[in-house]
């Protein structure tokens, strides 16, 4: 199979970020236009660098400035993940406290989700007139604040709205955060940006939230869930103290006003906010609706990440149940995830290393793109690995077999769980590069929280009716059918592009 196509694919220009923020293309073509007093401008022709050595160009920062960065960001968002996974140990809790059963409980992860899946609206706008910065700084001091206010409510409404604010606030951190991968690494870098970024930021926090939540809730009570994210999110906005904006119009701009050069009147901000509405919300439905590509890979990311939601409440109900955890203890085996998480990180590596950058280096060397299909490798991986696990967890979960055994079975699906989202985020963005990537992702992140926001609702009810094997085996079933998408993009990935560019044009 070629290393190359000619539709799609992508280079270091792009900058579509890996997770539905816009971060260039036609958007910036508005936002150059726009903003803030800090915010992008014009003079006459697109602010650029001075060259490809420009020292502001935070592709050509020192790498351990931009890790730095990464790290500070991905610290940020795994507060942020944190928030969705800890309040579960406290569940009992809130239903004797409110007087409300076990499903309406878990309505505080639900929307909390909802929150979540709003993100790339409302960051992205904030993103691209302020900065990447000026958002994480203000959002996430906010998001902490409706935390406390969900654990002080005297109601059980009070409660979940408190709660549905607290992730529509902190849910900018998690839209913008893939802008600032995007305006740190090149395209050849951002698949494996984004592995390290996952596995040790966003998909670390809902790993460690039962952990930490599940031990609170017991020795404290459910509302120290509460204060622990409102400490950690405190903890991790220190690093932001000294890294810089990343966003190249925020910077060109400000270099600009330095140099004195003259800057003509602004057109409306409006303008620029309807690109972005239609960036981040008509065009990712109308894709989600129409193109082959984004609707398949996204109802694939959507099932991968409900899974994980689901685990939220059957992980605790198995080893309670089966094997008479306390609820600390139960919490205690989402570290199996943590460390699938981190093995996803080295397989990440060694996939990149040994076949997308020599597959991409041939291809650029013969002067052609290399193909947005070599992303999938790690998909591979991951669409194996899922099956797998689930099958594992829910067949060896029984008293006659020791606990280790379906803990164990947890650690693939971390893996799984990081491989195949970092494989979908880098394949869209390179199918679709910036002019389509940023919608394309959107319309994936949406679908995957408001998915996943279901199914703790009715998690525990299927594995009390099927029992824990049959519920679990059914979600494998799922698994295997979805299995081979990987593989059919692999093969009819470029026809597919051609036509889904078309439908959304």
């Known amino acids: 199979m070629s290393d190359t196509t000619t539709i799609g694919g992508g280079n270091d220009s792009s900058t579509s970020s890996p997770d539905g923020t816009p971060a260039g293309g036609e958007l910036e073509k508005v936002e150059s236009q726009t903003g803030s007093s800090d915010g992008p401008v014009t003079t006459g022709r697109p602010l650029d660098w001075d060259g490809p050595d420009d020292p502001d160009d935070p592709h050509n920062w020192p790498l351990a400035k931009r890790v730095l960065l990464l790290n500070s960001v991905g610290l940020l968002c ?112 951002q698949g494996l940006a984004l592995a390290y970024f996952c596995a040790t930021g966003a998909f670390m926090g809902p790993s460690l939230g039962p952990v930490a939540g599940g031990w609170v809730a017991t020795k404290k009570d459910w509302k120290w869930t509460q204060w622990v994210y409102v400490m950690l999110g405190g903890a991790v906005m220190v690093p932001l103290l000294f890294v810089r904006e990343s966003y190249k119009p925020v910077i060109l701009a400000r270099r600009a006003r330095k140099r004195g050069m003259p800057l003509p009147a602004k057109p409306p901000v409006k303008d620029a906010l309807k690109m972005v509405a239609m960036i981040t919300l008509t065009r990712p439905v109308r894709m989600l609706v129409t193109d082959v590509i984004v609707s398949s890979l996204s109802v694939y990311s959507a099932f991968v990440f409900a899974v994980l939601l689901a685990f939220f409440e059957a992980l605790p109900y198995i080893f309670t149940t089966v094997y008479g955890f306390s609820i600390g203890d139960a919490g205690l085996v989402f570290v199996a995830i943590g460390v699938g998480v981190l093995v996803s990180l080295a397989v990440a590596v060694a996939l990149d290393r040994i076949w997308y950058q020599p597959a991409a280096t041939r291809a650029i060397a013969r002067g052609e793109v290399p193909r947005a299909e070599l992303r999938l490798q790690c998909g591979f991986v991951g669409a194996v690995l899922l099956p797998v696990s689930l099958f594992w967890i829910g067949w060896s979960a029984r008293p006659s077999v020791h606990w280790i055994v379906p803990t164990l079975g947890a650690v693939p699906f971390g893996c799984s769980l990081t491989l195949l989202f970092v494989s979908v985020a880098t394949y869209l963005v390179d199918c679709y590069t910036d002019l389509y990537g940023a919608s394309a992702l959107a319309a994936n992140n949406m679908l995957r929280y408001l998915v996943a926001s279901v199914f703790p609702l009715f998690t525990k009810q299927m594995n009390e009716n ?32 051609r036509r889904g560019v078309k439908n959304v044009e």
């Open 466 to 497: 099927l029992g824990i094997g049959w519920a679990n085996s059914l979600l494998g079933f799922i698994a295997v059918a979805l299995m081979p998408l990987p593989f059919l993009m692999a093969r009819f990935g470029p026809a597919l592009r």
């Open 78 to 189: 795994l507060s942020v993940t944190f928030g969705t996974s800890a309040i579960v140990g406290g569940i009992p809790q809130i239903m004797r406290q409110y007087g409300v059963s076990e499903t309406a409980a878990y309505l505080t992860v639900t929307l909390y989700l909802v929150g979540l899946a709003l993100g790339p609206t409302l960051g992205a706008p904030l993103s691209e007139l302020f900065g990447r910065r000026v958002v994480y700084v203000t959002t996430l001091p906010v998001a902490m604040c409706f935390a406390v206010g969900s654990a002080v409510s005297p109601t059980f409404g009070g409660h979940l709205v408190c709660r549905f604010l607290s992730s529509l606030m902190g849910s900018p951190v998690l839209a913008v955060s893939a802008g600032t991968i995007a305006d740190l690494f090149g395209v050849r870098e």
